[in-house]
């Protein structure tokens, strides 16, 4: 397949819808970003990078992120994480707290926020630096060593983080977290803030797509764990638009309130697309719309 | 790939799960079968069907029908059934009032019985008769004359509805079931109460992995139409366990408290497994155990 | 006290908020009443009855009624009923699923809906004509014989009981209704649809200012049973505006979308007021209106 | 009335109920009290005090002290608190978030956790020392110099508030709380943390029986504010058994994990009452019977 000729497409089709939705306003700092920009970028299992539009253009992860943590506590610790939270879509905002307390503290999937707090305090327990374990993790995979925090997004989360705040207590309150919680969030707050571009992300997804091998074919997570992960992207990945994305796009994917999305082509290629308007359930219009371009043409859904 | 060796092969590796997990009960007619059984079929693109133990010997499709209602109202009425039902996991179980009451009437999506209840009350107006037209197509796609509503079972139903019967007033309060109470429920119970084998339920889902299309050639719904049944198979096919079947199967699934369920491997074939003893979450164990073994040995997995 | 110059003076101070508020309209019948009507009777223990404008007009009792039904259920069967009915404030709109659901089919109190239907099954089961048995009790306990069912009031709530259907069918899959659902809505909607005035309701209350003695000095129910009716009336009596009630008015109260509130002094006297203008919860605007005043010129609120 | 001999025949009458129930046990320093203790105080409107059993024993007041920061509040800034906090029962064990989000942030009644955190940031706010203010007033209404922090049991619930924060931090999201939620904490929780006998608390709520009047005849609020909060007392001062206390007891009462419940009977006197033993909603069982035996004796019920 040429590659470049189908991003190229594929940014064509979708130029009606760059610009379209509400860039993230809770923070100032995300806010400034302009609604206008969009970047592709497509990896190949054996490294190879293309992209169209500003995909070299650093953004802020968000949501993103939480895939990364996820495979990282997977790869040293297996399985047992799974006693601490689900894997079923949650069929509520992502940072609900009524299905927390009905279910005892014990979050629905690793994707919804309070989910991804208890990874994030496993890792720190496992590490004592989970968001720094999760940069170098992140600037090996991608190649790219300028990935880091920005500190300006990350002091405005943190000083807007009182929903992280009461769910992070709740779950302690459960006895599901185990790192005192303005620890946890500082971690959590930093791995949200991180600034990648679209071929960082892509190429740092690799693993992936290649089963979980790293780029070098030492193996990060087990075969069937990164089908685990693919299977709680497709089902929980995209807020409560998993089924419309499963249906539009058929890809495991994770979405962020930056703008990004990252796709997962198991066994070909990782993607990752970047627009800022988000739709109503917090994922990008033109994000969307270009996986859903992308997928029509190649005809590579999973459905 | 020689089907009857796989097939096999898979009876072999589920022989210890056949008989595990409790038979429905709470009707009676349901509570009689025997535990022990278990019956595999897949159904080639081309009409080509294999099977291993008792898969020519009839059980309740009970929510496997939800899969064809669905189809069916596709097929007449396009895209106006999702202005009624949603397209979104539940993370509640499938018969909650609950989620149903927060969303003013309108279910998640066509799989809870709620919005089973929906797809048929407008099968029920399309055509005046929903459990006739569901029978006249599953007899004609699965070739099998003898498929009928097991009138003990829907009798049975029909005396143990009033959870369903409080869904369809509660959706009629909101103005979302444009039938009788007493009708609307007189042919769903119907629907579920066919009694058909694997094979004529992986002959009859077919059009599933010929992306619409049914045996003979002919269009039965659009190619997005069918992406759209396996995407909301896979994200809600199996209740409260989607997340789970996505990860261990790997395939769009739809199953049933009978025992049954349905899978579907787009482009290649139609799976359809049966073995009564269910799981917490009401999933045939060996079932699920099949088409996990199955999904390994093959590779066709999605993820 | 000069009863007929206090209400005088309450009519006078209300003049203002006769008129406001929306008259019921989710059935015709009652959305015709002309909102401009107000009543206000009061029966002394000893029998003397005094009101003011239009104390001596029927209207549609609603869920004033349900004070009567329960009643007659404790008179008949003691205490049992408190097994299928809770006794505690809902929190939640009168005739919410969702606490229904997670109370496993007990309903919170005999006031809310719910449990107003387990009640009248109740009474159903015990008499075999419930609405027949509540019309009897009101006639002699009010001493005119005219008290009856207003059956175009009946016949259109009956047609728009989708709601109570659900509640009931849902209770049903619980076990805790025993009559057949159609039955006891038409008994639950000829109790809602009897019409009363002002005068009829206070004397036939009047059991519950005489801690349980009827107006012969028989007794219908036990000193202890009364003061539990009147302590289920203060903290449940008035939907999702009890709190407000008890502390504007600081009586035990019933209303009903009818535009008619019963309230009772222990001891001393019943109160029924009547306006057809509802506030947002449900309940009479000008009548809340009235009895505030009246506990304020007399000093007779319980705080 | 001879109060010595009414209070004496109350204490022989609950002998029985004394070490029932299950000591508070969430903090250690609650845990150790002895669950044989039992005192009960009445002081009349004109300040004398009468007392049998351990009616001299300090207690941990716990959620007792949300009756007067409540009423502090009120004294210094009338109703504005009513636009942050509800005043209806809540349906939900006391510390629930289920209904806190529903509700976007608004706490049902001042009573659960969530408005009396919110009650307390306010005091917070109008005095820059909650708990000191707290204090003083108590010292000054009960006469007893003596009343203190608990220290150790301060430290012990500031080491388990997790669920508070949570609920702090969940309504700050919301903008309902104004000062950081560890300053608040640290008030909230040196208030429940308060040591004072049945002779205090009964001697400091003085003001609710005289309509809200201090011992000296001057006002501390209104006789409108007084009836505010004893109708809050009765409506949803015990938790969620608020309709069953309103029953047996019929009296404005407030309960605390402590054990205490402090009762009000307007124009005459108040009442306090100590046993540690809690039942199922955490209401002290042989207090709950004293205050049933004291109404039943008395004939000074509400109902």
């Not at 190879?48 to 997977?74: I, M, N, Y």
């Not at 969030?185 to 979980?212: E, I, K, P, W």
């Amino acid at each position: 397949m040429d590659h470049a000729r189908v991003l190229a497409q594929v940014h064509d089709l979708v130029k009606d819808h760059i610009g379209r939705g509400r860039v993230a306003d809770y923070i100032p700092a995300l806010s400034r970003v302009d609604p206008g920009r969009f970047g592709l970028a497509l990896a190949t299992c054996d490294g190879e990078v293309h992209g169209v539009g500003d995909w070299r253009t650093p953004f802020s992860v968000q949501s993103v992120s939480k895939v990364f943590t996820l495979a990282l506590v997977l790869a040293r610790d297996g399985d047992t994480i799974w006693r601490r939270v689900g894997r079923e879509p949650s069929g509520n905002p992502f940072n609900s707290l009524v299905q927390l307390e009905y279910e005892n503290g014990i979050p629905r999937n690793p994707f919804v926020n309070a989910g991804a707090l208890v990874v994030t305090d496993r890792l720190l327990t496992l590490t004592g630096d989970s968001s720094g374990e999760l940069r170098s993790f992140l600037r090996e995979a991608s190649g790219n060593p300028a990935v880091d925090v920005d500190t300006e997004v990350a002091a405005s989360e943190e000083a807007h983080s009182h929903r992280n705040a009461a769910l992070a207590h709740f779950m302690a309150g459960y006895g599901n977290i185990d790192n005192p919680v303005q620890d946890l969030l500082h971690h959590y707050v930093r791995q949200c803030s991180l600034t990648m571009n679209c071929a960082d992300l892509a190429l740092a997804a690799g693993f992936l797509a290649r089963h979980g091998l790293l780029a070098d074919g030492s193996r990060l997570i087990s075969r069937s764990e990164a089908k685990r992960i693919n299977a709680v992207m497709l089902t929980c990945g995209t807020y409560d638009e998993a089924g419309e994305f499963a249906y539009r796009v058929g890809l495991p994917g994770k979405s962020g309130v930056g703008g990004g999305i990252l796709a997962v082509i198991p066994g070909r290629c990782t993607l990752c697309v970047w627009s800022p308007g988000l739709d109503a359930k917090g994922n990008s219009v033109a994000g969307v719309a270009a996986l859903d371009a992308f997928t029509s043409l190649t005809g590579w859904s999973v459905f």
